[in-house]
């Protein structure tokens, strides 16, 4: 977890120079704000057009030992339904920002009657009812840092949606290249 904060930090610092260099010339990887926009608008619309959850990779790349992600997520108004349920990553440490929206996340505690799979998107994968899991409230601006195998959900959305970057930390590499 240590060597994924010191890579975001490394990831958010910008420093000057004379001359414009790209990651292939050694340089930084470096999404624009324009693109990170772009990236909300086209989730925002994914969920005008009926879906739930919209999550698209923005970058994951590797940065040596492991590979790094950031995705913008998206996702509608949800109501507590009486019964917390979530995910849990096996193999991935993220770290969200929330950008626009409010809500509840439901993080740690234990499934109960836990499923795996694999996801095309996120390597292995558990999910299930949450019992015991502690309830926080976010909003812009806040950070939530969710360690791998660690039970996480939406006990509610209390806004039309709510936007958030994930920065994911991939050392066993079950994620896919995207570079651009």
Same mark, same amino acid.
């Not at 930084?28 to 704000?33: A, E, K, L, P, R």
């Given at each position: 977890?240590? @060597?994924?904060?010191?890579?975001?930090?490394?990831?958010?610092?910008?420093?000057?120079?004379?001359?414009?260099?790209?990651?292939?010339?050694?340089?930084?990887?470096?999404?624009?704000?324009?693109?990170?926009?772009?990236?909300?608008?086209?989730?925002?619309? @994914?969920?005008?057009?009926?879906?739930?959850?919209?999550?698209?990779?923005?970058?994951?790349?590797?940065?040596?030992?492991?590979?790094?992600?950031?995705?913008?997520?998206?996702?509608?108004?949800?109501?507590?339904?009486?019964?917390?349920?979530?995910?849990?990553?096996? @193999?991935?440490?993220?770290?969200?920002?929330?950008?626009?929206?409010?809500?509840?996340?439901?993080?740690?505690?234990?499934?109960?009657?836990?499923q795996t799979s694999t996801s095309s998107l996120l390597g292995p994968m558990e999910r299930g009812e949450i019992r015991n899991g502690v309830l926080?409230?976010?909003?812009?601006?806040?950070?939530?840092?969710?360690?791998?195998?660690?039970?996480?959900?939406?006990?509610?959305?209390?806004?039309?949606?709510?936007?958030?970057?994930?920065?994911?930390?991939?050392?066993?590499?079950?994620?896919?290249?995207?570079?651009?």
């Amino acid at each position: 977890m240590r @060597n994924l904060i010191r890579l975001i930090l490394l990831s958010l610092t910008v420093t000057s120079t004379t001359q414009l260099v790209s990651a292939d010339d050694g340089g930084s990887t470096i999404m624009t704000s324009e693109e990170v926009a772009a990236t909300l608008a086209q989730g925002l619309e @994914n969920l005008n057009g009926g879906s739930t959850v919209s999550d698209i990779v923005m970058r994951h790349i590797d940065v040596g030992e492991q590979n790094m992600g950031v995705s913008v997520v998206q996702r509608s108004k949800v109501e507590f339904t009486g019964t917390e349920t979530g995910i849990a990553h096996v @193999n991935l440490d993220e770290i969200y920002y929330i950008v626009t929206g409010e809500g509840t996340m439901v993080t740690g505690g234990e499934f109960i009657e836990k499923q795996t799979s694999t996801s095309s998107l996120l390597g292995p994968m558990e999910r299930g009812e949450i019992r015991n899991g502690v309830l926080q409230k976010v909003k812009p601006g806040d950070i939530a840092i969710i360690p791998k195998g660690m039970p996480h959900g939406w006990h509610e959305i209390t806004t039309a949606s709510i936007s958030y970057i994930i920065f994911r930390g991939d050392p066993d590499e079950v994620m896919q290249i995207k570079s651009e």
